[in-house]
């Protein structure tokens, strides 16, 4: 098996600070929880842009910021996201994209998303993944639900998206697919051959589904974006979250990966700038 890659989504758009004061909002709490996240042994941040009072913005000030202050403090790889909150126009979400991040994710459907729309209908699909190749920047594919990885491969066929990708299954989130086990392995069988995946699983499913992709070759996402909770009561901090995976990976005899094998794991393309 390859090494065990760690993202941590570290602050998403949805969590408030009022539900898990650990949360890190401006580019300089991300940047120090990003370092301390790759200090308990993660590879990757996937980070959400945040005004100063917690409100969710894909401003490419904001991300150029974010991007600036980890870099200043660790190697680590930073994940922007595309997908920002529900309800942004896509030219807002794409905003991080054209200052070239090593890595953003790409929704691949559209979902219910608690009582909100999450909308990724196929020509904003289209438009990210020709933007994102044009700037030269390696996909995540977000899938809620197993349909979005046959979405994802349609843009394959079309010529848009280059394999092999790199899946993140996010499960659990009301109106997607439930965070069960049975439902990990069926999306794990449904990429094709070559293409490497993490799990992202929501609230109590996250812990079960890390434990299950370190077996079964994946990789795993767990952070505050998707979970806010250590154990039934306690808070977590995304430090804590990462830690915790680490160890499970120490006792099932799976090696965890640096960012530096990370890159290469998930063919990061060698960049001159
Ligand atoms: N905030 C969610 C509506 C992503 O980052 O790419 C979408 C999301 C996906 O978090
Ligand atoms: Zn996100």
Known sequence: MEKLIITCALNGAE?????NPYLPVT????????HRVR????????????????????????YAEIIKEIQARTDIIVQTSTGGAVGMSAEERLQPVMLRPEMATLSAGTV??????????PEMMEHFGRTMVAQGVTVEIEAFDVGHIYNALALVKQGILPLPLHFDFVMGVPGGIPGTVKNLLL????????CTW?????????????AAAIIMGGHVRVGL?????????VLASNEMLVARVVRLAK?????????DEARRILRFPERSI
């Open 225 to 233: 974006e998707d979970n806010i909770y250590y154990t039934k009561g």
């Open 251 to 259: 006792e099932l005899g799976r090696e965890v990966a640096t960012p």
């Open 15 to 19: 969590v408030t600070r009022e539900q």
């Open 187 to 194: 999306m794990a069988e449904s990429i094709p051959e070559g």
């Open 198 to 210: 993490s799990v992202a699983g929501v609230g109590r499913a996250q812990l079960p589904l890390a």
């Open 39 to 62: 200090e308990a042994g993660g590879a990757m941040v996937h980070v959400h842009g945040r005004l100063p009072d917690g409100t969710p913005t894909q401003s490419g000030a904001v």
């Open 27 to 34: 580019p300089v709490e991300l940047a120090e929880a990003a």
């Open 112 to 121: 219910n998303f608690g009582r909100g729309v999450f909308m990724n209908d």
